[in-house]
């Protein structure tokens, strides 16, 4: 299980390899992820890199989507 400073690093890290240059909602997601006291928008960020990728994550990546979403559903 991730804690939550674990969840928001692995979450910016998908963020930066999708969406960089790609979405425009890049520098508000980075920082939403990057405040604690912000709720985590796990499924925006997933729409979002469906929406600007043709994307094929990796089986460790689906792990992590799978963690994300149990910690913030």
């Known amino acids: ?16 390899k999708y969406l960089k240059g790609r979405g425009p909602d890049y ?3 980075i920082e939403i992820v990057q405040n604690p006291s912000r ?6 960020v997933l ?3 469906r929406r600007f990728n ?5 089986q460790q990546e689906l ?4 963690d994300l979403l149990y910690v913030y559903g």
């Open 47 to 49: 729409e979002d890199i």
């Open 39 to 44: 709720q985590v928008p796990i499924r925006g």
């Open 63 to 66: 792990e992590l989507i799978d």
């Open 1 to 16: 299980m991730l804690t939550d400073l674990q969840a928001r690093v692995s979450l910016k890290e998908l963020i930066e």
């Open 54 to 58: 043709t994307v094929q994550f990796t």
């Open 27 to 29: 520098e508000r997601l």
